[in-house]
C-alpha cells in the first residue's frame, strides 16, 4: 500500500514537472508595437551604434530604444507561419496572400488591421492575424 502510494506520488511530481505550462495567448495589443517595428524599421541612422539593453547611440548623441526582439519573432513567427497556411485553414477564414507580398507587407496589413479596429486589441492576436488577411488578401 505505502510503496503504491510513493509511485502514485513520484509520478504526479514527475509528470507536473516535464507537462509544460499551458501557453498564454498574446493579444493584438501586446504585439501591436513589435509587428509596427517589423511592418515598417526605421531607417538605420548614420553612425548608429548598437549596445545593451536595445539602446541605440546615434552619431548626434541621442538614444533610441529598439524594439522587443522577442516580441517582434512572435509576430513574424505568426504572420509569416499564417501566410504560409492561409490558403488551408477552414473556408470561413481562408486567404490567398499573393506569393509576391513577404513578410514586411503582411505584417503591415496587420498592424494597419489593427489601428483600423482598435477595440479588437484585447484579443488573441492569431485571430487578428487571420482576420486582417482575410481582408487585405480574400481568395477569389
Known amino acids: 500500500m505505502i510503496r503504491i502510494l ?4 513520484v509520478g504526479a511530481v514527475v509528470a507536473g514537472v516535464l507537462t509544460p505550462p499551458a501557453a498564454r495567448a498574446e493579444t493584438g495589443a501586446e504585439l501591436l508595437e513589435a509587428c509596427g517595428e517589423l511592418a515598417a524599421p526605421p531607417p538605420p541612422a548614420d553612425g548608429a551604434q548598437a ?7 546615434i552619431a548626434n548623441g541621442s538614444v533610441a530604444r529598439q524594439g522587443d526582439p522577442f516580441r517582434q519573432g512572435l509576430c513574424s513567427g ?3 507561419a499564417a501566410i504560409y497556411h492561409g ?3 477552414d473556408p470561413h477564414r481562408r486567404f490567398c496572400v499573393p506569393e509576391t507580398v513577404g513578410l514586411r507587407e503582411a505584417s503591415d496589413e496587420v498592424v494597419r488591421y489593427m489601428m483600423d479596429f482598435p477595440q479588437i486589441l484585447h484579443t488573441d492576436f492569431r485571430s487578428i492575424v487571420d482576420a486582417a488577411l ?4 480574400p481568395c477569389s
Open 134 to 137: 482575410k481582408r487585405a488578401y
Open 87 to 89: 490558403r488551408d485553414i
Open 51 to 57: 549596445s545593451k539593453g536595445g539602446v541605440v547611440r
Open 78 to 80: 505568426v504572420v509569416g
Open 6 to 9: 510513493t509511485l502514485s506520488v
